[in-house]
């Protein structure tokens, strides 16, 4: 069965500091990868995607990730980190031809000033 | 920037009640999806729609949901007689077309917390 996994429930960072958080996948099939972030009382607002290219992919407001085709994952970055990216993170897979996304757990990253 | 709106932010109904969940999609989106959340579990997919058809739903989506475009920019989600267990939150999303085919990224609402008690 298709997954995602975020092996952390919460990241802890001070500010200035680079940020990684983790997910890995078990699909059959190429996959297409995200990253969303929720802020309280808003919806889950799209940051990346990896569909195919280049391994290392960047988004909105300084994140990055990195697809690892070999170790199946695909993990969130931004070196620098701000307060203002304290939230809650979510990874996602799509499978070609299909339309749902299946989501992680979430993972909540509080970065300290 | 355009959002994907949803209203109520907050629904609490009682057993057995019927509700209907109201989303406004983005004006040139023709994709739309549920999703919902129960508090302390991971985001599931529910149903996408395109051309006035359910094009794909989840085991969850049974006989009780229904979903309906009754307008140009409503997307609604029907729950006919509700249970403890669909308490959560529902978010509904949606994307482009691009030759005929949904646009990789799917943008979120809001959500609304149904509360059934």
């Known amino acids: 069965a298709q997954s995602v996994a975020q092996p952390e429930d919460q990241v802890n960072v001070a500010e200035g500091n680079p940020l990684t958080v983790k997910c890995t996948y078990s699909?059959?099939?190429?996959?297409?990868l995200f990253w969303y972030v929720q802020y309280p009382n808003r919806g889950l607002q799209f940051l990346l995607k990896y569909i195919t290219g280049d391994n290392l992919v960047k988004g909105s407001y300084g994140f990055e990730a990195e697809f690892n085709k070999s170790q199946t994952s695909f993990h969130l970055k931004k070196p620098s980190a701000l307060v203002s990216d304290s939230a809650l993170y979510f990874c996602?897979?799509?499978?070609?031809?299909?339309?749902?996304?299946?989501f992680g757990a979430g993972t909540r990253l509080a970065v300290h000033p | 920037e355009p959002e994907v709106t949803q209203t109520p932010s907050h629904q609490v109904t009682q057993m057995g009640q019927e509700v209907i969940l109201r989303c406004v999609p983005i004006s040139n989106h023709l994709y739309f999806y549920w999703y919902r959340q129960i508090l302390g579990q991971k985001v599931e997919f529910l149903v996408s729609?395109?051309?006035?058809?359910?094009?794909?739903k989840s085991e969850i989506f049974d006989d009780q949901f229904s979903v309906e475009r009754p307008d140009g920019s409503n997307f609604t989600l029907k729950i006919r007689s509700t249970k403890l267990e669909d308490s959560a939150m529902y978010f509904c999303?949606?994307?482009?077309?691009?030759?005929?085919?949904?646009?990789?990224?799917?943008?979120f609402g809001p959500g609304t917390r149904l509360t059934v008690t």
């Open positions: 999303a949606s994307s482009e077309a691009v030759l005929q085919k949904p646009s990789y990224e799917q943008y």
């Open positions: 996602a897979v799509r499978l070609g031809g299909y339309n749902k996304l299946i």
């Open positions: 729609f395109y051309n006035n058809e359910i094009s794909e």
């Open positions: 699909v059959s099939g190429n996959p297409y």
